[in-house]
């Protein structure tokens, strides 16, 4: 079969991983890399095994292309509309890094470019291709704990890279946008309910609009910079109703200092209609106690088989569904509706926030 020629927009920390994932990947060729950085080319050309890429400067330069078929689009997520709509308008196949925008509207023209061009357009909801997220969604299934009633997560981390846009709500839509779709897209897909209504209370603790904030990072390769000009939350609580009557919980701080000094890192759980619990914990184990037969499993799952170098669990599962759904022309399970259902809870709990009331998300959707 022939190889899939592919270009990638943006080779930051997401956009370098995807890079260097599809290069070990027979089914597809690193044919152009287009980023203005030049440190993070050469980053990434470092870890190339199997391409070796044109480089360029200008996204524009590639629309025309006639040996190119798929691009990945790994831009600050402003930008998301302008380059997916073009790409996909030229008729390429899409893999877009989430949030699928910071906007409903930049969302909504989005999908409708890649339902009028007939071409695949996949969202970086990695955790839906995670083995240990999958086997959560195989144990209700099986219906271990019957439907799910209660969910929550805990996302107490360090801040996001010291890149001046994540600051900026303007561009990045909020730090629960930008952050927070992939665990609210986990609430959907385990209680398999429709969301109704969003209600958040959030702030600023630590980083604060208007004053010095040193911003350091434990996981990007950008250094630590002052930014002064923070207009998003360093911490949130948000609640979801679903239209079954369950509810999901989140709590997010932006502020440790160092990451996970305790080991807990990211915990999601859920509690079924049984009385039975389910807690994965730092995207590795999966603890399940109670229930009808009272039994306590304790699950060490292969998160390295799925992802590359450390990155995402589902990281490298993704990739290769993405060409799947290339060759075979078919949908992604992170599709752009996926993605869109997760933003509105987002941007509803940003909205919460702001004018400090429940908000529906029909206000959102139109």
């Known amino acids: ?69 798929a691009v990945v689009i790994s831009v600050p997520n402003y930008l998301h509309r ?24 930049d969302c909504d023209a989005i999908i409708e470019a890649a339902e009028a061009s007939g071409r695949v357009l996949q969202i970086g909801l990695v955790y839906r291709y995670s083995n240990l997220y999958r086997r959560m969604e195989k144990e209700l299934e099986n219906g271990r704990l019957g439907d799910v009633k209660l969910m929550w997560c805990k996302e107490f981390r360090d801040p996001f890279p010291p890149a001046d846009w994540f600051y900026d709500k303007s561009k990045s839509g909020g730090a629960i946008v930008e952050k927070d779709c992939h665990h609210f897209d986990i609430f959907n897909w385990m209680i398999q309910a429709k969301p109704v209504r969003v209600f958040a209370s959030g702030g600023q603790h630590v980083m604060k609009q208007g004053e010095p904030n040193r911003i350091q990072n434990s996981y990007s390769h950008y250094p630590t910079k002052e ?3 923070t207009s998003i939350v360093d911490h949130a609580f948000i609640t979801i109703d679903y239209d079954n009557g369950s509810k999901a919980n989140l709590g997010l701080c932006m502020y440790l200092k160092p990451r996970n000094l305790m080991g807990e890192g990211l915990e999601i759980g859920l509690i079924g209609e049984n009385g039975g619990q389910m807690v994965a914990r730092n995207d590795k184990t999966i603890d399940i106690v109670g229930g009808q037969d009272w039994t306590k499993d304790h699950l060490d799952i292969d998160v390295s088989s799925d992802s590359i170098m450390g990155g995402h669990t589902g990281g490298q599962t993704q990739r290769i569904d993405f060409l799947k759904c290339v060759q075979e022309g078919r949908q992604p399970f992170a599709s752009a509706q996926v993605g869109r259902n997760a933003l509105l809870i987002a941007l509803a709990a940003e909205k919460s926030i702001l004018e400090e009331r429940y908000v529906y998300l029909e206000e959102i959707s139109g």
């Open 1 to 69: 079969m022939e190889k899939i020629k592919m270009a990638f927009i943006g080779v930051g920390d997401m956009g370098s991983h995807h890079c260097i994932g599809f290069d070990l990947l027979e089914d597809s060729e690193v044919r152009y890399i287009c980023d203005m950085n030049e440190a993070n080319v050469a980053r990434t050309l470092a870890e190339l095994k199997n391409s070796n890429p044109t480089i360029v400067s200008d996204y524009r330069e590639l629309l025309a292309k006639e040996d190119l078929d």
């Open 227 to 229: 930014i002064s000009d």
């Open 82 to 105: 302008e380059v997916a709509v073009a790409f996909l308008e030229a008729g390429k196949h899409v893999f877009l890094e989430k949030p699928v925008a910071h906007t409903i509207e």
